[in-house]
């Protein structure tokens, strides 16, 4: 089975704090996700990438950085960390274009105070 | 951009009874996924159909693509209290690494 674990289940960081946010996956998966999830709004991406060192923004990635430095690992990095970035943050990863089906991690919740 | 919308936001059944969701999406598709997720955690894969497909079936559960629409339908059959959990149905354009997901419909099966 595919397995993706995340640093954190729960994290609480202040406000202009810097924030790692690390996601591995072991299934030799080219491609990685970043999203978060608000309440009423669903899952929003924030970052994907399809290959190391490649990344690609996602619909809402202003705020966010990301780093693909090595297959398995996909980072997602808050510089500066917000109120308004309190949420749960879901890493995913897919093989391939075709089909994409997407296995998640657990989930990280995240508060900034 | 949100392009998925599932309906109705949320539904409530007893155990034993069939709960049906739908999916309406706005630009063509190269296939529709549907996910679950429980309470506070990730989500979880339950079945895909492509575009050229119609209908598909995987255990207890049975989804429709209506191309022409752009709507899905997911119906689980016989629920049980373990099905009580969030669903959404995410689209893949063609060419496109990313799925985009609805906003999900939230299930309570009553015991």
């Known amino acids: 089975d595919v397995k993706v674990t995340q640093s954190s289940r729960y994290l609480v960081k202040r406000t202009g704090e810097k924030v790692f946010l690390e996601c591995v996956q072991d299934?030799?998966?080219?491609?990685m996700f970043w999203y978060r999830q608000d309440p009423g709004l669903g899952l929003r991406l924030i970052y994907f990438?399809?290959?190391?060192?490649?990344?690609e923004k996602g619909d809402i990635p202003e705020g966010y950085s990301v780093s693909r430095e090595k297959k398995e690992r996909f980072s997602l990095i808050l510089e500066s960390a917000s109120t308004n970035q309190t949420s749960m943050y879901l890493c995913?990863?897919?093989?391939?274009?075709?089909?994409?089906?997407?296995?998640f991690g657990p989930g990280t919740r995240l508060t900034v105070l | 951009s949100q392009q998925g919308e599932e309906d109705p936001q949320a539904l409530s059944i007893q155990e034993g009874e069939n709960a049906t969701m739908n999916c309406s999406y706005k630009?063509?598709?190269?296939?529709l996924q549907w996910y679950r997720q429980n309470s506070g955690r990730g989500l979880v894969h339950l079945i895909l159909?492509?575009?050229?497909?119609r209908e598909k079936h995987s255990g207890r559960l049975r989804v429709t693509l209506d191309t022409s629409k752009k709507s899905s339908s997911l119906l689980i059959t016989a629920s049980r209290a373990a099905d009580t959990a969030s669903y959404f149905c995410?689209?893949?354009?063609?060419?496109?690494?990313?799925?985009?997901f609805g906003k999900g419909t939230k299930l309570s099966v009553i015991p």
């Open positions: 299934m030799d998966h080219e491609n």
């Open positions: 159909i492509r575009s050229n497909e």
């Open positions: 990438s399809y290959d190391v060192k490649m990344k």
């Open positions: 630009t063509s598709i190269n296939n």
């Open positions: 995913a990863s897919s093989l391939g274009l075709a089909k994409n089906e997407q296995f």
């Open positions: 995410a689209t893949k354009g063609a060419g496109s690494y990313q799925l985009t």
